[in-house]
């Protein structure tokens, strides 16, 4: 209760709706019931081998190594959250393009102005003026050069109490192209155009990563899969076990009773066989605790249907010898290994970003053009001297200011070059020179890397053949447990052996099944483990610790007087 009204204030003072606060603590206490019914089931499984009757069954499941496979590609969540990733920056990447799309801009407005005049020419005592503004214009980064363009057209209307005025309205247009354009630095790359390429290549390291979850989580299941084909033919074994414990248990009672044997190795093989059922339960639970690891890289959730069934997995490990090509196997992983892979990207982008480091060294030499027009309409007066009487009004509006404009009636252009370099160190080449630093120490790494690589393959090629050498040792040592049990049986039958042979016999026989199964199923890992090295890293590990290189890569933006329309 407490919990639930934390939850509720905390939602509260957050802003959360009442609604999705309650439907996630629904969801937890789900997943909570279902933990304690899986807890409460298994507890239940291990105390009453038999289901009670009445008891509703629980769903079995068979599933070929195959299948699991494949339903971990389309349910694991480690999986699915991987594959999220290069999602991300497809939006990363349209953020930046868009740093090159066009932008219109627009500007409309009305000024009103009342001011005393200072001077006979003025044209009043008090000069009064209406201005109505009607611009427009549109501007744009350039990819190629890293330059900048812009237009602009740009309208008003005055209106004024001047009597000395020409033209009352005044209506005045003009239009103006402004060109920027970096000549030096930020010609060749700038920081929009290398934060381009590095997010590019970022996508393309988290696809690496994400083929590299998906090979590391397959041989994962597969290794569960063995595990659990391992923990249930131990219990097999275990019972199997047992179960001649018990036999010569009422062996020996036979005999007591016949007088053959003596009481005391009643008890011996009493004792042995409620080791023997300890040894069971103890592989019970291993059971149950390998099945619920395979489910959760099988499932998307406790609500999947699997989570709450019993796992049968129906293919059993074949012991079939295979050759180990250690050097085509190095070859493959140096070529494929998606941390290889991921850290020669980063390399890549390392010397984009130590490209435009450099570029940040040059002069900064800026040419900036433009060229423009205007044109003037609105009633013209014809005046007898200055400030006179008009005596002739000649029309004119807005299209006459057009056509002076179209005309190119009154043209003006501006050329310049702007011109900068700093003297002395600066930043640009101080990082420039630690960034030539940490590329030698990249290189480095990756050869470190590539070594790794090498020793994993190598290492597992050596597990691979040691299993392989355990197992064929673990057949011959078998072999020789049954033999040495059906001896001792034959001699204890005719009372040349004594109980507490028989019962070592058993004990052997046993270790003996176990050693091979455990065997057969390290060999079947360490196949698993050899292919799996070839193509990603355990653990889950990506670019191999490469070192990242940074710069100050801004956004190249629209420069103010682009956007303005300096130059009129």
Known sequence: MKTRLLAFVTAMSVGVPLTAVAQNSARLDAIARDAARQFQQARAEAQTPTAAPGAPAVPVVNMTLDDATQRALERNLDIAVERLNPQTFDFSL????????????????????????????????????????????????????????SVNFLNNRLAQSDQFALRNPTLSTSFNALLVQPLMRGFRVDGTRTQLV?????????????????????????????????????????????????????????????????????????????????????????????????????????????????????????????????????????????????????VQSNEVTVKNLADQKLPALDLSASYGASGIGGPQFIRQGLGGTVTQTIPSGFNDALGTLGRLTAPQWNLSVAFSYPIGNNQAQANHARALVQTRQTMAQSKQLELQVATEVTN?????????????????????????????????????????????????????????????????????????????????????????????????????????????
């Open 94 to 149: 349209a953020s930046i393009n868009a740093a090159y799309r066009p932008t219109l801009t627009s500007n409309v407005g009305l000024r009103s102005a009342t001011t005393f005049s200072r001077s006979q020419t003025a044209g009043a005592a008090i000069l009064e003026s209406d201005t109505l503004l009607g611009n427009a214009g549109f501007g744009q980064n350039l990819r190629r050069g890293g330059g900048s363009v």
């Open 198 to 346: 590095v997010t590019r290549l970022n996508q393309d390291m988290s696809e690496l990563a994400l083929r590299g979850t998906i090979v590391a989580t397959l041989a994962n299941v597969r290794n569960a899969y063995w595990d659990l084909v391992y923990a249930i033919q131990a219990v097999d074994a275990a019972r199997r076990s047992l179960n001649l414990a018990s036999k010569l248990v009422e062996d020996n009672r036979s005999r007591v009773e016949v007088g053959t044997l003596a009481p005391i190795d009643i008890v011996q093989a009493q004792a042995e066989e409620a080791l023997r059922r300890q040894t069971l339960v103890q592989a019970e639970a291993t059971n149950r605790t390998t099945e619920l690891a395979l489910k959760r890289l099988l499932v998307n959730g406790t609500d999947d249907p699997i989570w709450s069934s019993t796992l049968n997995p129906t293919d059993r490990p074949s012991f079939v010898p295979e050759t180990l090509d250690v050097q085509a196997a190095v070859r493959k992983a140096l070529e494929n290994r998606t941390d290889l892979l991921q850290s020669r990207k980063q």
């Open 460 to 568: 597992a090629a050596l597990v691979a053949e040691s299993s392989l050498t355990r197992y064929q040792t673990s057949l011959a040592s078998l072999e020789l447990a049954q033999k040495r049990l059906d001896a001792e049986q034959s001699k204890f039958e005719v009372g040349m052996s004594t109980n507490f042979f028989v019962v070592q016999a058993q004990r052997d026989l046993a270790d003996a099944q176990n050693t091979e199964l455990k065997a057969l199923l390290d060999y079947r890992k360490a196949l698993v483990d050899f292919q799996r090295v070839q193509e990603a890293p355990a653990g889950g590990r990506t670019s191999g610790g490469l070192t990242s290189i940074t710069g100050a890569a801004g956004t190249t933006a629209i420069t103010a007087a682009a956007r303005n329309g300096v130059g009129n």
